[in-house]
Structures are given as C-alpha cells and as structure tokens.
C-alpha cells in the first residue's frame, strides 16, 4: 500500500500525432481514480465526438467570456485556428478530493499551467521518429492535406520544446508508454 501524498497535476504534452489521447485514454482505463478534465474548444465536433465527453464544445464568444473571467487554468489557440482550454475549477476541484489530474494538452497550454502551478509535473511524449509521427499523422485520416500540413509544421516547432519537460517518454509501443507513465507518475 502506498503512504499518503499530496495529489498532483501531470502534464502530458506533445506534437500532434504522438499519441497523448490514445495514452490518456489508456491510463483512464487502467487507472480510473485518475482525473480528466473535459477541455473546452471552439472547433467542430469531429465524427464521433461526444459534447462533454470528447470536449466542451463552445462558440467563441463564450470562450474569450472564460478566458477575460478567469475560469480557465490554460487556453491556447491552437493551429492557428481554434482555441482550447482547461476550466480551473475542475482541476481544484479533483485535487482539493484527493484525486491526481490528467492534462493531456499543447506545449502553449502546458506553459501556462506550469506558470499557474509550479509544482506540476511536465511530460513531454515524443515519437520515435519524425518519420514516424509524419506516417501516424497521415494515417489518422481525420483532416485534409492542407491540416496535416499544418499540423506538421507546428510538430516541428514543438518538438524543440521537450527540453522544457520535466520528463520525456518515447512513444514507440502504447503498452510500453503507458507502463513507463505508471510508474512515472508512481500510479
């Protein structure tokens, strides 16, 4: 049994394509005690997607009310097209119940939340390769040519910033990734 310790914020960061949804839905299921925050964003839905359960699905306007209001702990816009955030008060809310959180957000976002909160704990997932994270972009199927080639751009420039992380964990296998966070995180 493990002693008692104050419940931390874990960060995990990383260019798109890396695979932090797929790890953060993993860790979820393996370790349900963990929080997740719900983020917001201004984007569309994607096929499948759940309003409140995917993301908090908001127009614009009521996204800058958030961010002028304080209410979000990090907001970014991200691509260059739509804003994304985290509410603080689900954050506190899962600490101040004993609960470690899960913030599986941008490296803009995750600047923020280690300015907000010194004490949380930065993982940065980084793929094998770029040559691997170009064929999972691609491969994902979930946005045009002209998004991928966005995306990849951002990629490049996030990728320079794991030096900024607390801790780098590569994500060649998930079942590995995620044994290596467990352990990590001390889950």
Not at 15 to 38: F, N, Q, Y
Not at 152 to 164: D, S
């Amino acid at each position: 049994m493990r002693s008692p310790r104050q419940p931390l914020v874990w960060i995990i960061s990383g260019p798109s394509g890396v695979g932090k949804g797929t790890v953060c839905a993993k860790l979820r299921e393996l370790r349900p005690d963990i929080h997740i925050p719900v983020s917001l964003t201004t984007r569309q839905p994607r096929t499948g997607e759940i309003d409140g359960v995917s993301y908090h699905f908001v127009p614009e306007h009521r996204f800058r009310k958030m961010v002028v209001s304080g209410e979000l702990l990090e907001h970014a816009v991200v691509h260059g097209r739509y804003s994304y955030g985290t509410p603080r008060r689900d954050v506190a809310d899962a600490i101040a119940s004993g609960r470690d959180v899960l913030l599986e957000i941008d490296i803009q976002g995750a600047r923020q939340v280690k300015q907000n909160l010194p004490e949380a704990k930065l993982v940065f997932i980084a793929p094998p390769s770029w040559e691997e994270l170009v064929r999972r972009l691609e491969g994902r199927g979930t946005e045009d040519a002209s998004q991928v080639k966005l995306r990849l751009a951002t990629a490049r420039v996030e990728l320079e910033a794991q030096e900024e992380a607390d801790f780098v964990v590569v994500n060649d296998r998930l079942e590995d990734t995620v044994q290596a966070l467990i352990v990590l995180m001390g889950l």
